[in-house]
């Protein structure tokens, strides 16, 4: 299973680097599009193994018939 770390990106105390409002709403948003990205593909992956089991599954059933 993956485990995915994320930052906060709600500003502390002390900024590492200072970043204007639009350019964090940017990054945020990119970093957003990103990880849907990676949900969609999770899933595909997870749909095509699926359909491949399934498969595989009927053509062992025709297979011993």
Do not use: C, H, K, N
């Not at 990676?38 to 595989?56: H, K, L, P, W």
């Amino acid at each position: 299973m993956l485990q995915l770390l994320l930052f906060s990106l709600v500003g502390t105390e002390e900024e590492l680097v200072p970043i204007d409002e639009t350019a964090r709403a940017e990054l945020v948003g990119l970093m957003a599009r990103i990880l849907v990205r990676v949900f969609q593909m999770e899933i595909r992956r997870t749909d095509e193994r699926a359909s491949i089991q399934s498969q595989d599954q009927a053509g062992t059933l025709r297979t011993y018939r």
